[in-house]
């Protein structure tokens, strides 16, 4: 390998006025450096573009062709069948009600961490004594493998022994076990809805403030000093400048934690299961029930694939938003 | 802040002061909600692990201390009468698979990306990054079918197979950020001295990248610890399944939980986890956001 291709032009002139000498050149093409380097590349490339491709790719066209055919666990060979699982899921009234439930989950929880992640960014961005403990301590929620912290919180939502609720029936809020004014977190339909809602806000919202830190260190100082100069108010920096400069941030933050949300099932798997009587039911959660659970799997991978128009454009976003980082 | 105020009139420290010490108070004091909601529940998991039976279910005494002496029964519970260890041996070993197979594949693909000016590098690396996005939600059912082709079906393998799908275009993206940063001049230096491209990469490029490679590799390690739905949807033998899984579903026999024993063999994963994920989570936040920021 010579010096020519350490060089960091990326068409390196030699090797192409040999390969267009052709038979006068004593090199053939595929022997230049260049040539050389592609092959080495690619090469690199192969094993990890073959794994996603034969582990995704492949997955994610055999969910298409399962959603149209009738396979089942038990049924080895399928028969096509159209668009019949697709219909038969949107006759059913637990289909709506998970598309519901995953709106009204993904936008509330997806605001609030939008709410709670900027407010806590702003404090923490500000130089304080003990700021990297605090840090260190406040973004627990989102170390802690998920089914770890969802198991924590469905003790501490017990129906009879919660903490939360000794705390409150303590502080005179709420009555003693059994009144009426005794919550049951998991087991009262809206209570349920905004319990499971609450989980994923809990574990998304150091992720949110974490990526706006980063965000908001990136403002340089400058361009708020000469703001300052120039005789803005706070609030006139706050809205004139840095709101500007970290909504895109924000923006992706929010895109990335979306996607997240949207295909997790183990909160509401764990904490409710759907229940109570579909009131948390989400559609991931309705997909392993149908899909895997009960072994339908052309109508759960059906299921599932409505997400994909939910998804998508999440993702086209976020793919845009990466071309624009090094190039 | 020490040299202003040394430089300032006299008077002026102590009013700094205070306005320093105000401003703390009025930031601590927002801070305070957010830390207690982000720290009590893993205070409430660690206490009702070694708490004894009794002391769980009382309403009538304050539930933040200990009522009755602590005890260790609950950990003895999981090693004992649980197939735990079984559940310990085989997160380690799917973390172990699930990190080599990542980095034999994503330092040379990361490489490749960041390196050598190959045309088409940048749409490639994004295809290749794509596929972290498309959620486990979607592929769960094809990937059931494509388990139990391989024979793979009730067996930790399975998960060895299948994680890689998400730390491969992770790693892939974290590492050719990383391999950027190295100064070509290094390499070009070597290849000089008479290394190959390859032994370039091996022998310059490699030790010098050594950061990104442990991220990646803590990356991948993590992962079989973090994830639920794909064990859940492949694993339904006891003895195969991994910590998150089996703690989740061996320890609730119908409507009996055993809290503290859950709540044990859940931290005894998850501490050490999010300490580690802890130490390196600004280095995975900058992989997947670096996007907007620089």
Known sequence: MSQLTAGRHPSSGPPMAVAVGGRVGATRWWRTPTARRYAFGYTLLAPAVLYVTLLVGVPFLFSLYLALSDASVGSPVAQFVGLENFKAALETSVFWVAVRNTLIFTLGAGILKGLLGTTLAFLLSQPFKGRRVVRGLIVIPFTLPIAVSVLGWKWMFDSQFSVINWALSHMGLIGGYGTDSWPVWLGQPTLALLSVMFVNVWRGFPFSAIVLMAGMTSVPPEIIDAGKVDGASFLQRFRKIIVPMIAPILFIGSAFDTVFTLSDLSVVYLLTNGGPDGATEILPTLAYRTGIAAGALGRGAAISLMLFPLLLPLIVILLRSLRRRQY | ?294
């Open chain 2, 1 to 294: 802040m020490a040299t202003v105020a040394a430089a300032a009139p006299a008077r002026l420290p102590r009013t700094e002061r205070q306005r320093s010490v105000r401003r703390h108070l009025l930031i601590y004091l927002g801070l305070t909600p957010f830390l207690v909601i982000a720290v009590f529940p893993l205070f409430w998991m660690a206490i009702t692990a070694i708490k004894q039976e009794p002391d769980l279910y009382r309403m009538d005494i304050v539930p933040f201390w200990f009522h009755l002496p602590p005890t260790w029964k609950n950990f003895d519970f999981l090693f004992h009468r649980t197939s735990y260890g079984d559940w310990i041996i085989n997160t380690m070993s799917i973390a172990f698979w699930v990190s080599a197979i990542t980095l034999v594949t994503a330092v040379p693909a990361g490489y490749a990306l960041a390196r050598l000016r190959l045309p088409a590098a940048e749409n490639l690396g994004i295809g290749i990054f794509m596929t972290y996005l498309v959620p486990g939600i979607i592929l769960f059912i094809p990937l059931s079918r494509v388990v139990a082709i391989l024979g793979f079906q009730d067996s930790w393998w399975s998960l060895v197979v299948v994680y890689p799908t998400i730390t491969i275009p992770f790693c892939t993206w974290l590492l050719s950020g990383f391999f950027k940063t190295v100064p070509f001049e290094i390499e070009e230096a070597a290849m000089v001295d008479g290394c190959g491209q390859l032994g370039a990469l091996l022998r310059v490029v490699l030790p010098v990248s050594w950061p990104g490679v442990i991220t990646a590799m803590i990356f991948s390690f993590t992962l079989s610890m973090q994830d639920f739905l794909y064990a859940l949807a492949f694993i339904s033998v006891s003895d195969q399944k991994p910590v998150p899984l089996g703690v989740a579903t061996e320890l609730i026999r119908g409507d009996v939980y055993f809290w503290g024993s859950l709540m044990a063999g859940a931290l005894l994963v998850g501490v050490p986890v999010a300490i580690v994920y802890n130490l390196f989570l600004d280095r995975f936040i900058s992989g997947i956001t670096g996007a907007a920021i620089k």
